[in-house]
């Protein structure tokens, strides 16, 4: 940055100097300078976007930048949460309760396999491209890309093939199962699903933020669920659909989204595609995928512990009532998953230059917003929680209620600590997560089995979320004394301040 810095410090926040603003004009180029470089200024950019321009060079400007960051993620999870709450409501009307259930398992078992397919190449890209782009090292860019496409196109195909052999012997020696013919089309979400995701990741590393979470949470239920509307608009009363019918338009979203998440993706770069190089260091990727590609599995592992437990231990009506709870609990901790997807890239590129105040900001702001977003929706559920249950699912699931408590309670304690796992995994600390959910497995088994019998599903959310929060702690202890950042939402003053502010 040598040929305007003296000046341009002035001017620019040292984290924005000056790749976003060129990002934000592509017509931006470096100027021309000689002799002495404390004399030159740099030409006042033209915004071609809607970001203005204060939020963007003014120091003050980072803290709505931020959050004006968290605030879009959050609205774009409501979004996501209303388009699939229709979807869901348009299919189980126009297909039925059995043949719903077909495409409910089908689209939930392909959604579960396509977490090990992606093998942690997600995080691996939100690791690596912000450090990648903040250097311009555009070759190594392009080869990570086509490793981790490459990657993924081999895992699907052994995915696919699995699947479907396994219907084979099934149908060979038992004559099948019902609904086996959606999990057979089913099999084909996978890769698509795994490359929706890899290029949101993208997109997003690339400071492209909103358009990578479209891509990756949004974009493939709204296109679903304007393929249904039109065609129930169109045919009207004629219009009906089986739950193979209902996959096939399900996969047609997929493909129409993992085609527009590369045009978004190609269009973000800042370079030319066809004209750079490309660079593998193979041997360091699969080096650094390994531990997450271990990390996603402990994760589905953790995820599922539960639910299997209380099917052995309590019975199928307890699961039904556990997945109601687990729902409503994850509309107190809805904003999350969207400052998750907006803090892997900003901290990824903050980790490069080595500026930790201003990754400290960013972790606690962060931790901060989803606290502050999950106390009322808790608040609302635990005080009016069981008329809601019983005008949602009808008096069967009140029992639940006592689970959705749990979940409330436990998912604002949860906030406060952050995105622990996401800052370890940058700062290339993943055996800490590994040990850490290791013991968390063991421990979630062992206290699942000790409570569930007595409590049932209040005994398995108590479980859970004790495990959990426990978990939180520990990495919260391990980021302060291996990164230096106090992990929690609440920290002193002094801890956000750096340099110039």
Known sequence: MRWAERSCRRSFPRNLQPRLLRR????????RVSGNYSTCTAPKPRMNHSIKADTLIQLPGKDRFLARKFIQALGLRICVLLVGFATSVLLARILGPTEFGYYLFAFSLMTLIAIPVQAGMPMLITKKLPQYDHGEQHPLIKGLLIQCAFLIVIFSAIAIAGINTFNLWWFRTSGGY????VVVWGSLLIPLIAFATLSGAAIRSLQRHFVGQAVE????QALLLALIGSLSIIFNSAFSLDATQAMILHILAGLATALIGWLALAHTFTFDWHKVSVHFKTRQWLKNLAPLAVIAGMTVILGKTDIIMLRILAGADEVAHYYVAAQFGMLVFISAQGVRLVNGPLLAREAKT?????MQRIYSQGALFVFLTTIPTAMILILFGRPIIELIFGAPFIAAYAAVIVFSVGYMLQALFGTTEIILKIMDHEATIVRAFAVAIVANILINAIL??????????LASMTVTIASKLYLSLQIYRKIGIRAFAIIPRASLSGPGQ
């Open 24 to 31: 934000h004009n592509r017509s931006y180029r470096r100027p």
């Open 452 to 461: 569930i019998p007595p409590l049932g599903i209040f005994g398995a959310a």
């Open 217 to 220: 949470t949004a974009l493939r």
């Open 178 to 181: 019902e609904g086996m013919e």
């Open 354 to 358: 080595g500026n930790r105040p201003y």
